[in-house]
């Protein structure tokens, strides 16, 4: 019951006309932006980020969620009518959409894609909300065992997916580990930064 009265705050939530409105300006604009060849959604919210600083939490989250959404369709538009993907989750857009373009079905090729947006994005939405709780709550029982394993895990892989020489990739490896111990503070291992 408690899930199901989450939900519907949720709902109302998202549904105040202010926040509609936030949310289709952040799409539009995340599509404006997105289009650009080259500028993916991680690069779209930093241009765009300095543009919630003065909106409250909520407000401020839907906007951006609006421009990530946007962001990710608008790299199929560039992908299906010219042939460059916008980021990188649209390089597989390049090889139908674009075809279809070709032969004159640019249209629905841009329909079929706003349409398969929509429902993925939906589609994660729902799995994010029954799948994020559980996982937070396990992620909240790692303690140091857990961490060093993750580290290795991580290091382990750098390791095995590079192409080329494997000490050239062990080194790479151990300039990010000195990378992030700079700032540690030597007692608790916590950045510095929050000490001061």
């Known amino acids: 019951m408690d899930f199901l009265s989450h939900f519907s705050l949720a709902f109302q939530v998202a549904l105040e006309p202010i926040n509609l409105l936030l949310c289709l300006i952040g799409v539009f604009l995340g599509t404006l932006v997105g289009v650009l060849p080259g500028l993916g959604p991680t690069a779209t919210i930093s241009l765009l980020l300095p543009i919630t ?15 990530s959404y946007g962001a990710f369709y608008g790299g199929s538009t560039t992908s299906i009518l010219i042939n460059i993907p916008g980021e990188a989750a649209s390089v597989v857009t390049c090889i139908d959409g674009y075809q279809m373009a070709r032969k004159g079905r640019a249209g629905p090729a841009l329909g079929i894609a706003a349409m398969g947006s929509f429902i993925g994005g939906t589609f994660a939405i729902f799995l994010l909300m029954l799948l994020a709780p559980p996982i937070a709550s396990a992620a909240l029982q ?7 394993a993750l580290a290795f895990l991580g290091l382990t ?21 000195l990378l992030g111990y ?5 007692v608790p291992g916590e950045s510095a930064s929050r000490w001061e």
């Open 182 to 186: 700079i700032g540690a503070d030597i």
């Open 53 to 67: 600083f003065k909106m409250g939490p909520v407000p401020a989250i839907i906007l951006l969620a609006g421009i």
């Open 142 to 148: 790692f303690g140091p065992p857990e961490f060093v």
């Open 157 to 177: 892989l750098v390791t095995y997916l590079s192409t080329g020489s494997m000490v050239k990739s062990l080194m790479m490896a151990c300039v990010g580990l």
